[in-house]
């Protein structure tokens, strides 16, 4: 087993530190408050893409948007050059940003992980739910992630309606994109992504399933040959012998990457209506790829 290089790792989480102050949107701002501006009708841009991107990873590290405004405002009497915007246009701005996961160039035979989690909408009031039996729901999030470079390769959120099943196909699309011309050899999944639909897309695209299938599965095709083929295979083999052919432990690569999140931003979304708790939840884990992986993470106009 190969031993973790201590200094390494201790330097790598102190160098996260500077994600979440880096003033260096300073450096070009004027340049690129005149590039945005080129073309546009209405009224004209005053702050860069850049400074919101700054904002974003304070947003998710600590601060609401009306301290932030507050947070510019201290810092502005520093730094002469800097403009303090108003809570409003920070809302405004973070709404119309996009998170674009680079195209990775991981090579052919990858393994991927798929997974989803639960994210509450608010810890707030929670003595009050529970007393009077309130439930306020989830959002969850769905991501795929390379098993070999813990990379996130996909993420989708949805409400708490939206089976898992469901949510393969557009995953491993979504996948497929970003790896530019690799090409995904297996995937690793639970028993929730257990369905003839699934089986029969990944076969399609000559992909291997490592999804656990139920214990009393029927070993006839009933609509999809490539599910019976793989549960004649587990049977044959035996639970253990089938995780060790298709290293089905891999696929805890997605629940590290959830417990990584949730420990450096909690276990909820402090936005109140759905589009800002994604797009919260969106820079939550698009600033965690970066932070993990050291890759340029794209936080963009639409």
Request: aromatic share 10%.
């Amino acid at each position: 087993m190969q031993k973790r290089n201590w200094k390494e790792y201790n330097d790598q989480l102190v160098r996260r530190g500077e994600f979440y102050i880096s003033l260096d949107f300073m450096d070009n701002w004027e340049n690129e408050v005149k590039s945005m501006n080129e073309k546009k009708r209405g009224r004209p841009y005053q702050f860069p893409n850049s400074l919101m991107q700054f904002l974003a990873f304070v947003h998710i590290a600590f601060l609401p948007y009306r301290q932030m405004e507050g947070f510019l405002r201290k810092l502005s009497q520093y730094i002469p050059k800097l403009k303090a915007a108003d809570y409003s246009t920070i809302c405004k701005r973070m709404k119309k940003m996009d998170i674009k996961l680079p195209e990775e160039k991981l090579g052919n035979d990858m393994i991927v992980a798929l997974d989803s989690t639960g994210m509450k909408v608010s810890n707030r009031g929670e003595w009050m739910r529970e007393k009077w039996k309130r439930r306020r729901g989830w959002i969850k999030v769905h991501i795929v992630v390379d098993a070999k470079s813990k990379k996130l390769l996909a993420m989708e959120i949805t409400d708490e309606r939206t089976g898992d099943g469901k949510m393969l196909k557009p995953l491993v699309e979504k996948a497929e994109k970003n790896v530019g011309k690799g090409k995904i050899k297996r995937v690793s999944a639970d028993g929730a992504y257990d369905s003839k639909e699934n089986f029969e897309y990944l076969d399609g695209k000559g992909i291997e399933p490592a999804i656990k299938t139920r214990k009393n599965s029927s070993t006839r095709a009933r609509g999809s040959p490539a599910r019976a083929r793989h549960v004649r295979e587990m049977k044959e083999l035996g639970y253990e012998g089938w995780r060790d052919k298709y290293r089905y432990g891999q696929r805890w690569m997605a629940e590290t990457t959830f417990s990584r999140g949730k420990r450096e931003y909690g276990e909820y979304v402090t936005s109140r209506n759905l589009e800002n708790m994604v797009k919260e939840v969106e820079f939550q884990y698009g600033v965690l790829n970066l932070m993990m992986n050291e890759i340029p993470v794209y936080l963009a106009a639409k």
